[in-house]
């Protein structure tokens, strides 16, 4: 339950404590307020920008790092940040080579990042968008705005990085990006909605037999309820969808389990191998997963299943080393 935001301004409490506690990996501007990677790749180019509302950390500012992001402005809790925002972090982002934003697919965003963007070429600087927009759940003529963006988000941050570590230049790193954004797919499903941080009470109600089966990242709430079924049979219903819902492409597949906040690692981990086994059933191979709370919707209870088509090509990226506040690898 979100009982335990400061009264007066959350946000700005919570960018300084993470910059204190992550101060070796990232530094932290209050005026406007964005979060710069202390370090990166000699080899980079091309810096890679990418924020949104707050209530969904580690995204983004949790990426920041060697192999992934250089900068992130954080909006308001399930807001946009400000143009100014975006503007200030790709100033001191941007490479020789530009800067890319990772954009997900909200109205808010695509506005203010591309308010910044034209500010940013009438200085001088390349600027291209990578738009991430893998919601399933929103995939429908009747949706103005197209699918949003959610879970694939990470898969994105994580390949564009490594790609960019690479020293690839601006144009190649855009065409890349969306190639990685439109080979996934997410659906999400919750138990509980999320505490409003204004009235601490759950943002819509659901029965105790009922879920809420393609939910939104900032609460909102799906085309559909369903009844509660057992987990196994949630799993195979959200496999089968994904899978007829992806693009033609490879059988290796890249799975992110993501948590909306309020869901355990004890039950990530177990749909985590419901999924494997899922897939395996069903003939493709799952070249590389993710478990745990990386897109929440403050303390949602529910899940989120990202898959990815992972073309050969790309897997090298996927293993790169990495050293963010929420991923560390190093191979």
């Known amino acids: 339950m979100t009982l335990f935001l400061p009264d007066r301004d959350p946000v700005a409490a919570a960018l300084r404590g993470f910059a204190q506690v992550h101060a070796d990996l990232v530094e932290l501007n209050e005026e406007p307020a964005f979060l710069r990677a202390r370090d990166r790749d000699p080899r980079r180019t091309v810096g890679l920008v990418s924020g949104g509302g707050s209530g969904h950390e580690p995204l983004h500012a949790g990426f920041l790092g060697r192999g992934m992001l250089d900068a992130v402005a954080p909006g308001q809790i399930f807001a946009s940040p400000h143009n100014r925002q975006v503007l200030e972090a ?28 034209e500010r940013l070429r009438h200085e001088g600087i390349e600027v291209r968008r990578v738009l991430v927009d893998d919601d399933l759940a929103t995939e ?55 505490t409003s941080p204004h009235t601490r009470a759950p943002s819509f109600e659901l029965g105790a037999d009922e879920l809420e089966y393609g939910v939104g990242i900032h609460g909102e709430r799906a085309a559909k309820t369903i009844s509660r079924v057992p987990v196994e049979e949630l799993v195979d219903r959200m496999l089968d969808e994904l899978l007829a819902g992806l693009p033609a492409g490879p ?24 999924v494997a086994a899922g897939l395996s059933a069903r003939g493709p191979r799952v070249a590389g997963s993710l478990a ?38 190093t191979r």
């Open 251 to 274: 059988d290796d597949l890249l799975v992110l389990v993501n948590g909306l906040g309020g869901t355990t690692q004890l039950e990530l981990y177990g749909i985590c191998s419901l």
């Open 90 to 117: 790709s100033r001191a982002a941007a490479g020789p080579g530009g800067v890319i934003h990772v954009v997900k697919n909200y109205t808010g965003d695509r506005i203010n990042f591309g308010i910044a963007a």
């Open 292 to 329: 745990g709370t990386f897109v929440p919707a403050l303390d949602m209870a529910g899940f989120s299943l990202t898959l990815t088509r992972l073309d050969p090509s790309w897997e090298r990226w996927w293993k790169a080393p990495v050293m963010t506040p929420a991923l560390k690898e």
């Open 140 to 194: 429908s003529a009747e949706t103005a705005t197209g699918r949003r963006g959610t879970g694939a988000t990470v898969i994105v941050e994580k390949l564009l990085g490594a790609a960019a570590d690479d020293g690839l230049g601006l144009d190649e790193l855009a065409g890349l990006g969306a190639r990685f954004a439109a080979a996934s797919r997410s659906l999400a499903v919750a138990a509980r909605a999320q």
